[in-house]
Nanobody, 125 residues
C-alpha cells in the first residue's frame, strides 16, 4: 500500500500563485508515474499534470504554461507549482501515484492507483 498526503491548498486571488506538496509513504518502491488531479464542484475529476519516475512531464491544455509539476524520488515528494491562477482553477486537488508500468497517456485516460485526501484551492477576488 501507498499513502499520500497533500498540503498547500489555500485561497488566492486571480493571478496569484500556490505550491502544492505531496508526501508519499509506505511501499514506495512500487510507485512509477505520479500526478495531480483536480475536481471542481459538479465536474468530473481530471488530470492536470503528470510526471514519470524519470522526470518526463505532461500537462492538460488548460494549465500548460502556468503549472509546473516536479518530484524528488529520494524524498518521496511531489509538487505542483501553480502560477497565474484563474477562478476556473478552483477545485480540490488530489495527489495520485501509479504502479510502475503505467504511462502518462494512461493516467490521462483512466483513474486508478493511490490517492491522497485532497487539498482545496480557491481562486477568487
Amino acid at each position: 500500500q501507498v499513502q499520500l498526503a497533500e498540503s498547500g491548498g489555500a485561497w488566492v486571488q486571480p493571478g496569484g500563485s500556490l505550491r502544492l506538496s505531496c508526501a508519499a509513504s509506505g511501499e514506495i518502491f512500487i510507485i512509477g508515474a505520479m500526478g495531480w488531479y483536480r475536481q471542481a464542484p459538479g465536474k468530473q475529476r481530471e488530470l492536470v499534470a503528470g510526471v514519470t519516475s524519470g522526470g518526463t512531464t505532461d500537462y492538460a491544455d488548460s494549465v500548460t504554461g502556468r503549472f509546473t509539476i516536479s518530484r524528488d524520488n529520494r524524498k518521496n515528494s511531489l509538487w505542483l507549482q501553480m502560477d497565474n491562477l484563474k477562478p476556473e482553477d478552483t477545485a480540490v486537488y488530489y495527489c495520485n501515484a501509479r504502479r510502475r508500468g503505467i504511462t502518462l497517456p494512461t493516467m490521462f485516460q483512466k483513474f486508478g492507483g493511490y490517492w491522497g485526501q485532497g487539498t482545496q484551492v480557491t481562486v477568487s477576488s
